[in-house]
């Protein structure tokens, strides 16, 4: 099992900064890739962006690409999202997510429980 927590969530101003951060326990961190989910009201949980197991490689959704950038520690055990230029079409939950595949469609094994993120225009 890992249990993965996440916080920095809070609220922002549009065109403002927030670094959301993701601590695992339980499992060896590395050998999961890691990934950012978010889920705005009445909306289906999307895809943000991920970070490879030894941080060489990201992807990002191209809503985020430019804005964010994911970052992790594995001596810390943590992934990190840093996101700028924030948008109030940014608001959502945001989920932490570990996957020993990259297969962020269908094989995520870990969520985080979330960690609200508001954006006001």
């Known amino acids: 099992q890992v249990q993965l927590v996440e916080s920095g969530g809070g609220l922002v101003q549009a065109g403002g900064s927030l670094r959301l951060s993701c601590t695992a326990s339980?499992?060896?961190?590395?050998?999961?890739?890691m990934g950012w989910f978010r889920q705005a009201p009445e909306k289906e949980r999307e895809f943000v962006g991920a970070i490879s197991w030894t941080g060489v490689g990201t992807d990002y959704a191209d809503s985020v690409k430019g804005r964010f950038t994911i970052s992790r520690q594995n001596a810390k055990n943590t992934v990190y999202l840093q996101m700028n230029s924030l948008k109030p079409e940014d608001t959502a939950v945001y989920y932490c997510a570990a996957s020993r595949t990259w297969d962020w469609g269908t094989r995520v094994d870990y969520w985080g429980q979330g960690t609200q993120v508001t954006v006001s225009s």
């Open positions: 339980g499992r060896t961190f590395s050998d999961y890739a």
